[in-house]
């Protein structure tokens, strides 16, 4: 099987590729690029759903912003990530928009955490479609 | 990249194509050679080509790759043609460094060290997902963006000596919770109070030398061995969050053509905009000036119960490293108002500025410099060269040198503990992978950091703080 993604060197923060053969599997990966840097999701069940919903002016826009969701769930909510269901890209008149489900849990003793996400940064962002899509993101952490 | 070396210390990317301005960076040979490895350099350069910059853009000798400006990076902006940028003052923003001196000496700690640490550990809520002991509403923490330490000391967290020996007061009067948003308030709710993860630490340190006798007594520092305490953290989501709503905002309004990064995103400081992300930002530093004030009172509570006594645990000073403040400057032969960005860089200014505290005005100020983990900090004083040399500014750490990736790989949390135990140091982490990315191997050598510091003469040393006992997030 292709990988779903990967870490690559970065002075001060974490940098990654992820992959897919379309948007939608590619930013799955990166959601889980992103959720492995604070927790591992395959030891978080899928026991909770949490609709998400962004738009932004262009696919490097959106996929911040879907990013920082799962920042923004954790924060507030408690809630870590497992995995990511139904994700669909649309174009809209003014850019695109993603919709689809977090599927997890809730913070508990029985999960272990050993990292945080400050921010989804633009720097070297890339989205690369093609024969597949690479999407490359560097986090504040 | 033409690289002229100025003298061995001062290095100048001359001003070629779009730069408006020359880059200035301070480095030794061996610095520089770090720097060389990361984009650090070419992003002093774009900052070097954004409107408004005066005289120079500046990197300090800690300074890494950062995203947009490089994380050292220093820029004044003219406040009719100049620019204000998130990126110019990073994610964390007032991330920075508070020193509490003590009247124990080393011998009244050491039996006691492992308990004190236990003790704060306890009370100091510290490490990722770890919520505040405050549920607050929403307009409690408006007040808070407000008001900043001073919320604090009026709900009994500390004293108003504290405030005065703050930056700013501990309150940065142009706040405006308004342009905070939801998201960010949300953000901050849970996490009042709290250390945080990744290079933030609390420690408890001893003075293990002097260099200038004089500064160190008008800081309060008498004798080697004395203890002080040294807390590193910021404005934690709620700060991240204004910086990542703000960079969205500018680039809808302003588009990204044209950026080499579109984290070098900006506003013009006149324009609405603008103006909002510095009365946003402004929250923010409030909100980590209430954090590291409280976080100093239950230290000081902790001391008292376990020693018996927090008497003369007086505040040295708390200095931002992540800021963006209207500050006058000597620019061309005069004195302007300038919107200078340090980002990764420490205030350092000299005697006479009319903004540093009374008892601090003959001297400079105290500019304080955390080493990496379980290495040295330091004590440095502001200059009055350093007006000259670089807007007032100076380093603000150790600066990474490795990966976080690279250091999981080659460290492990546990057996850093072990080599520190060895070394007198005791370590409490509420995560070993934590420990192991923030191995002082991943970092600059911050020796020779405060040593190009004192001999470009931007901040000069005055004492080295070794720990004695070590808190991670």
């Keep these: ?141 | 990249m033409e690289l002229r070396k100025i003298n061995d210390l001062t290095w100048e990317i001359p001003k070629a194509g779009p730069m408006r301005v020359p880059a200035t960076i301070y480095a030794s040979s061996r610095l520089l050679e770090g720097v060389k490895r990361d984009l650090t350099l070419q992003q002093a350069k774009n900052v070097a080509c954004l409107p408004g910059i005066q005289r120079m853009s500046y990197v300090m000798p800690d300074a890494h790759q950062g995203y947009g400006f490089p994380i050292g990076g220093v820029a004044a902006f003219d406040l009719e043609e100049g620019i204000i940028s998130p990126g110019g003052v990073g994610y964390d923003i007032n991330c920075g460094v508070r020193l509490l001196r003590t009247d124990f000496a080393e011998k009244d700690v050491t039996a006691k060290r492992k308990e004190l640490l236990a003790e704060i550990f306890k009370e100091v809520p510290a490490g990722v997902g770890k919520g505040g002991i405050t549920k607050l509403s929403r307009g409690v923490l408006r007040d808070i963006l407000t008001k900043g330490a001073e919320w604090a000391v009026e709900n009994g967290f500390g004293t108003s000596d504290d405030l005065v020996m703050t930056e700013e007061n501990g309150r940065m009067k142009d706040a405006d919770p308004a342009h905070v948003s939801e998201r960010a308030l949300e953000r901050g709710i849970p996490q009042l109070g709290t250390l945080g993860a990744g290079n933030h630490f609390l420690e408890i340190q001893k003075v293990a030398a002097i260099y200038d006798p004089a500064t160190a007594r008008v800081f309060g520092i008498e004798a080697e061995g004395q203890i002080m305490v040294m807390i590193h953290c910021g404005s934690r989501g709620l700060g991240h969050q204004v910086a990542s709503d703000y960079i969205e905002l500018m680039e809808n309004t302003f588009g990204t053509k044209g950026l080499p990064d579109r984290e070098l995103i900006h506003a013009p400081i006149r324009s609405p905009l603008g103006r909002q992300y510095y009365e946003a930002m402004c929250s923010a530093v409030n909100y980590a000036f209430a954090n590291r004030q409280m976080i100093a009172h239950w230290v000081r509570d902790v001391f008292a119960k376990v020693l018996g006594t927090s008497n003369g645990m007086r505040q040295v000073y708390d200095v931002c490293h992540n800021v963006a403040k209207f500050e006058k400057h000597l620019i061309d032969g005069r004195v302007r108002e300038v919107c200078l960005h340090r980002k990764g860089a420490t205030r350092s200014f000299g005697p006479g500025r009319p903004e540093i505290p009374p008892v601090y005005r003959s001297s400079g100020q105290p500019v304080i410099i955390p080493g990496s983990m379980g290495t040295a900090s330091y004590l440095l004083v502001g200059t009055e060269a350093a007006e000259d040399l670089s807007f007032s500014s100076t380093a603000h750490g150790a600066g990474r040198v490795m990966s976080r990736h690279e250091a999981l790989r080659r460290f492990r949390g546990e057996q850093i503990r072990d080599e520190l135990l060895q070394k007198g140091i005791e370590l409490r982490s509420s995560s070993w992978k934590g420990v192991a990315e923030e191995a002082s191997a991943a970092y600059k050598d911050v020796e020779e950091v405060v040593r190009v510091s004192h001999e470009v003469g931007i901040g000069k040393m005055v004492a080295r703080l070794a720990p004695l006992g070590v808190m991670k997030g």
């Design chain 1, 1 to 141: 099987m292709k990988k779903k993604f990967r870490y690559l060197n970065h002075t001060a923060d974490a940098k990654f590729q992820a992959f897919g053969r379309n948007l939608e599997e590619a930013f799955a990966n990166a959601a889980l690029a992103t959720a492995s840097l604070m927790w591992n999701p395959e030891k978080v069940g899928p026991n909770v759903s949490y609709p998400v919903a962004v738009e932004g002016r262009d696919l490097e826009q959106i996929l911040v912003r879907f990013l920082e969701e799962i920042v923004y769930f954790f924060e507030t909510k408690g809630f870590l990530l497992h995995s990511t269901e139904d994700l669909r890209v649309e174009k809209t008149p003014d850019g695109y928009r993603l919709r689809g489900v977090f599927r997890g849990d809730h913070h508990s003793a029985d999960h272990a955490l050993f990292g945080e996400v400050k921010a989804v940064t633009y720097n070297e962002i890339k989205v690369e479609t093609g024969e597949g899509v690479t999407l490359q993101v560097v986090l504040d952490i």
